[in-house]
C-alpha cells in the first residue's frame, strides 16, 4: 500500500533557527495537505497543494510540492516557540477521502 | 460551533471489555473518519465514511466496527478489548472527497 515517509522525525532549534521536514510519498498524489499537532493537541489543517511545483506560503511558513508530485516539503523561517508541535503531512490513498498521514516531525524550539 | 465532538476523552477498559467511542459533527460534512495514533507512527486509518449508510475499512480496521446511520454521528466501537488497542483515537470530518479534515479533540484509550 501507500506509504508517506518524514524527515527527520525529530528536530530540536533554538528559537529564531530556521526549520524544514521533508514529506515523500510512494505513490504519485493528487494533492497533498500539511497539519499541525500541539502537544496533547489534536491535528489542526494548515494547507492543501494541488498542482505540480507548487510553493505557497503563511506567512514565516512555506510549503513546496514537487515536480513529481511525490515529495513535499514545509520551512519554517526563524522559528518561534509557538512553533512547537508535530507536523503532518497526508496524502490521498486511493479515494481522496481515505488520507494517508506521514509519520510526522515533532518540532521542539527553545530560548 | 462546536465542529467535532468526541467523547469520552478519557477511557480506561480491561481486556475483553467492549464500549463504544462517539464522534457527531454539526458542520454538515459528509466524508467522516476514524484515526488511531500511536508513539511514532502517525495517525493511521481504521475506518471511514462518505455518507450515511456507507462505511469502509481503512488501514487497520480489525477489532473495530462502525455505522453511519446519520450525517451527524459516526460511533467506533471496540468488540473486545485487547492491549494493543491502546492508543489515543481521533475523529475527523471533511465537507467533500479531498477537502481539509477537522479533527475532533480525541479519546485515550487505556486496555489493562
Known amino acids: 500500500g501507500q506509504q508517506v515517509m518524514q524527515i527527520p522525525q525529530y528536530q530540536h532549534v533554538q528559537e529564531g533557527e530556521d526549520f524544514t521536514t521533508y514529506c515523500n510519498s510512494s505513490?504519485?498524489?493528487?494533492?497533498i495537505q500539511w497539519y499541525k499537532q500541539r502537544p496533547g493537541g489534536h491535528p489542526v489543517f494548515l494547507i492543501q497543494?494541488?498542482?505540480?511545483?507548487e510553493v505557497k506560503k503563511q506567512k514565516r511558513l512555506t510549503f513546496q510540492f514537487g515536480e513529481a508530485k511525490k515529495n513535499s516539503s514545509l520551512h519554517i523561517t526563524a522559528t518561534q516557540t509557538t512553533d512547537v508541535g508535530t507536523y503532518f503531512c497526508?496524502?490521498?490513498?486511493?479515494?481522496?477521502?481515505?488520507?494517508?498521514f506521514g509519520t510526522g516531525t515533532r518540532l521542539q524550539v527553545t530560548l | 460551533n462546536a465542529g467535532v465532538t468526541q467523547t469520552p476523552k478519557f477511557q480506561v477498559l480491561k481486556t475483553g471489555q467492549s464500549m463504544t467511542l462517539q464522534c457527531a459533527q454539526d458542520m454538515n460534512h459528509e466524508y467522516m473518519s476514524w484515526y488511531r495514533q500511536d508513539p511514532g507512527m502517525g495517525l493511521r486509518l481504521i475506518h471511514y465514511?462518505?455518507?450515511?449508510?456507507?462505511?469502509d475499512q481503512g488501514e487497520v480496521p480489525n477489532g473495530y466496527n462502525v455505522s453511519r446511520s446519520t450525517t451527524e454521528d459516526f460511533p467506533l466501537r471496540l468488540l473486545s478489548a485487547a492491549p494493543s488497542q491502546t492508543s489515543v483515537y481521533f475523529c475527523?470530518?471533511?465537507?467533500?472527497?479531498?477537502?481539509?479534515?477537522?479533527f475532533g479533540q480525541g479519546t485515550r484509550l487505556t486496555v489493562v
Open positions: 475527523a470530518s471533511s465537507k467533500w472527497d479531498g477537502s481539509e479534515a477537522f
Open positions: 505513490t504519485t498524489l493528487s494533492n
Open positions: 465514511s462518505v455518507g450515511a449508510g456507507i462505511t
Open positions: 497543494l494541488v498542482k505540480s511545483g
Open positions: 497526508a496524502g490521498p490513498s486511493g479515494t481522496a477521502s481515505k488520507l494517508t
